[in-house]
């Protein structure tokens, strides 16, 4: 498990590592106006990449999708690494977040044959944890990396961790693939056909991406606003082209009348999006406390720490009915701890109110952290078909990129909301994603109505062989 979770992990870190990096990078390379466009090249390249973690897995096995995946990566990070210029660390980052993407899109994919169906939750728990543990890993990393003077170190070692990851595959997935039970494919988790690509949902998906990437980079409120309506329409019509065609990202069952799997998806989506805070608690805590940028960075990081704690206890779960409480009780925890934050926020604020943030967000990020194992679960029990199976666990990984880069354009706007005061931008941005936010509960009670299989069943396929 440590290598699919590697690979969780370097693409997770990846997606903050730079923003703490950037700096420095443009004070040596200049090109200052595409500051931004290292973020939105990433999480668009990841998002795009994690679709095809299903057709990789089909096509080459798990040895070998996760060979490219690793090499990906390396060669994208060395690549930053060397780059003379900021048009070559774009088009690097881009590389870089490929690799991230079939990475993290074959950590839940490799689960449904890695581990039998009981260890399921606690698999899905170590793969969301990374993102958790990433996103607390890659400022830290990046700051101490800036705190020297140095960025091209910084991706470099990420290089090398990728190359060693990348060395063990062989050793460590050749067994799984070679027990994969025969239903999986002749050659282990290499199905017989070779699925063709869906290129119609992917330009879509690709062009909601990036529409909702871009609009958290402007700064003007009406052009967020009409990015984010565009990449609305874009996402309404993925969708509608998903349900009418025969080459599909997701699952049939996800457009299926009666099915709880969009429900599903929808829930993890809610709870991604909670994530977004992450990316401006930091300016809150420097702006309204005057937090050193070190300190605030780790304020910042409570939601990732309670969210990758709390699936430790989460993932030990097996029962049916608690398991859907948690599913509602996540989206309710993380929409109160958010508002609460949001109550919290003053001007000049106080040392001892600050501390009080701590123990807050820590309880926004275990809302996450209690529901996203047994979501994750859910989906990857929606099936039995072996290539249908792969669609939904990677689709897992593509629903979590995405729904964060969306959060992060919903918080920009709210930002340019407070003008010029940034009490009014804290408190727009973290009552806004607390109502988002809150809508997860009533995705995850209608996914619990709407699966009778998994409310009635969850208990005995907890302890039920592969």
């Not at 399921?120 to 003077?149: C, D, E, I, K, V």
């Not at 941005?429 to 969850?458: M, Q």
């Amino acid at each position: 498990m440590i290598v699919p979770a590697g690979g969780v992990l370097v693409g997770a870190i990846n997606i903050y590592l730079a923003a703490s990096l950037l700096p420095t990078a443009v004070a040596e390379l200049g090109g200052a106006g595409f500051y931004a466009w290292n973020m939105t090249i990433y999480l668009v390249a990841m998002v795009v990449a994690t679709m095809l973690a299903g057709r990789f897995l089909s096509r080459w096995g798990s040895v070998g999708a996760y060979l490219l995946g690793f090499a990906v990566f390396a060669a994208g990070s060395l690549a930053c690494a060397l780059s003379p210029a900021m048009a070559v660390l774009l088009v690097s980052r881009g590389v870089q977040g490929l690799g991230a993407g079939l990475l993290s899109g074959l950590g839940f994919a490799v689960i449904r044959s890695a581990l039998p169906p009981r260890l399921w939750t606690r698999g899905t728990a170590l793969m969301s944890a990374m993102y958790g543990a990433g996103n607390f890993a890659g400022p830290a990393l990046g700051g101490l990396f800036a705190q020297l003077g140095s960025w091209r170190p910084a991706f470099a070692v990420m290089a090398a961790f990728a190359a060693v990851c990348g060395a063990f595959v062989p050793r460590v997935l050749a067994p799984v693939a070679a027990r994969v039970p025969p239903r999986d494919g002749p050659r282990g988790e290499r199905g017989g056909l070779r699925p063709p690509v869906p290129v119609v949902s992917l330009l879509l998906v690709t062009a909601a991406a990036g529409a909702v990437s871009v609009a958290g980079v402007l700064a003007g409120l009406l052009a967020k606003a009409a990015l984010i309506g565009a990449a609305l329409l874009l996402a309404a019509g993925f969708v509608i082209h998903e349900r009418r065609s025969e080459l599909r990202v997701f699952p049939r069952a996800t457009y299926r009348r009666g099915s709880s799997l969009k429900w599903v998806y929808l829930t993890l989506g809610l709870l991604a999006c909670g994530v977004a805070a992450e990316s401006f608690l930091p300016l809150f805590g420097q702006r309204l406390a005057g937090l050193a940028p070190l300190v605030a960075g780790f304020f910042a990081a409570a939601i990732s720490l309670g969210w990758s704690l709390t699936q430790i206890a989460s993932s030990s779960v097996t029962g049916g009915r608690a398991a859907r409480r948690l599913r509602v009780l996540g989206p309710v925890l993380l929409a109160a701890g958010l508002f609460v934050q949001g109550l919290l926020q003053r001007q000049e604020t106080p040392l001892w109110l600050v501390a009080v943030w701590v123990p807050v967000l820590f309880v926004a990020g275990a809302g996450i952290g209690l529901a996203y194992p047994h979501l994750s679960v859910a989906a990857l029990s929606s099936t039995r078909d072996p290539e249908e199976g792969r669609r939904a666990a990677a689709g897992i990984a593509t629903v979590t990129s995405l729904s964060i880069a969306f959060g992060t354009a919903v918080a920009g706007a709210l930002v340019n909301l407070g003008g010029g005061s940034m009490l009014d931008s804290a408190r727009y941005v973290l009552f806004g994603l607390a109502l988002l936010c809150a809508f997860g509960a009533l995705t995850a009670h209608a996914a619990n109505r709407t699966d009778p299989a998994f409310a009635a069943g969850r208990d005995s396929r907890s302890t039920s062989s592969p």
